[in-house]
């Protein structure tokens, strides 16, 4: 009896696993509105009844979708907690910005998601959007811990919010180069992300607020 029960717990957590990779798929493709449970069926092959049964409805649906998507792309993101740098601070935001990246351009599926729920404007906002915007906030605040480590003391006390801008800079330019990567043949992505990263490092060092 506890084998049958072990195989029927397998058989559901790969049909499971099959459901989100699919939606996945079918969702950075089409958005939310484009993503139905018949398209779902159709790519999997399991019943509709399946479907519901695993997430009860489609917006809890692309909601597991997407914080399936968001594991599979921290896996290879950065942690953005305090490790062994670089002692010039160039090199230690070109080492994070490639890092960050890199996890982008190899798990995308997660980003353009993302970023398609939060351009679509509805009276009732999917569960999925409210926790992509979640992740968006959670993700700025390690960003912004770790500048507060990157950055002097008395530059951050003299400056409150300036570690929350340089978390708002990294977001914008991931944003930005997801877009790129997207849209354009050109995708020296480490050229692109050197140049930027370099750049403000540079630029701080030179304002005196490195640590």
């Known amino acids: 009896m506890g084998r049958k029960t072990d195989r029927r717990h397998r058989q559901g957590d790969q049909s499971r696993l099959a459901i989100l990779d699919a939606t996945l798929a079918i969702a950075a493709e089409r958005g939310y509105d484009g993503t139905t449970v018949a398209l779902v069926q159709e790519a999997t092959g399991l019943p509709a009844s399946s479907i519901y049964w695993h997430f009860g409805s489609k917006d809890a649906l692309l909601a597991a979708t997407l914080e399936h998507s968001y594991r599979s792309w921290r896996d290879t993101a950065p942690t953005w907690v305090a490790s062994v740098e670089p002692e010039d601070l160039s090199d230690r935001v070109e080492r ?111 304002l005196g607020v490195a640590s």
């Not at 729920?117 to 960003?143: C, F, G, H, S, W």
């Not at 770790?146 to 977001?171: G, I, K, N, Q, Y």
Request: glycine residues 4%; hydrophobic residues 40%; contains cysteine.
């Open 96 to 206: 994070r910005f490639q890092r960050a990246a890199q996890a982008l351009t190899t798990s995308p599926q997660f980003w353009s998601l993302g970023l398609l729920l939060t351009l679509q404007q509805r009276v009732k906002e999917p569960a999925a959007r409210r926790l992509y915007a979640d992740v968006r906030t959670d993700t700025e605040a390690a960003i912004r811990d770790w500048w507060a480590t990157v950055l002097s003391p008395d530059a951050c006390r003299a400056e409150p919010e300036l570690t929350t801008r340089l978390a708002r800079f990294h977001m914008m330019l991931m944003d930005g180069l997801f877009l790129q990567v997207r849209s354009s043949k050109n995708k020296d992505v480490k050229r692109l992300v050197s140049i930027t990263s370099r750049g403000l490092g540079r630029h701080l060092t030179a």
